[in-house]
């Protein structure tokens, strides 16, 4: 059994160590996600982090909420008004509680975006 204070190796264990309705959300955020934009999955600080030409986004699970956040999520908010900016950079993110969803489309939609404007504009955290 995973101990809470022991970092996920890989992606998979990330998943397999949570539970309940964050394990259901985090597991389908990231199959939308792969599924959308072939992007390189790690994980990094702790969680999943998805990077083309730097990091695009992260999912993030936390004891009560699930963090879906992104790099540039300020250029994003049209998009899904519920990012909130915060954080370095352009950094915004989707909170979710159980019960809560995120749209396939509005997450495709964020995902090829945050993906373009990686490749336009460069690695986010090179300012």
């Not at 259901?24 to 083309?52: F, Q």
């Not at 495709?108 to 090179?126: C, F, H, Q, S």
Request: proline share 6%; aromatic share 6%; charged share 30%.
């Amino acid at each position: 059994m995973m101990k809470k204070s022991t970092p996920a190796t890989s992606p998979d264990d990330y998943i397999t160590a949570l539970s309940g309705w964050r394990q259901a959300m985090v597991e389908a955020l990231r199959d939308l996600v792969r599924a959308t934009c072939p992007l390189e999955e790690v994980i990094k600080w702790g969680h999943l982090v998805y990077l083309s030409n730097g990091p695009v986004l992260l999912i993030r699970a936390e004891e009560q909420r699930v963090l879906f956040g992104f790099w540039r999520g300020k250029r994003l908010r049209e998009i899904e008004p519920r990012l909130k900016p915060g954080g370095k950079y352009e950094m915004a993110t989707i909170e979710l509680h159980e019960n809560e969803e995120v749209s396939r489309v509005i997450v495709r939609r964020l995902v090829k975006e945050a993906v373009r404007l990686n490749k336009t504009l460069g690695d986010p955290t090179i300012l």
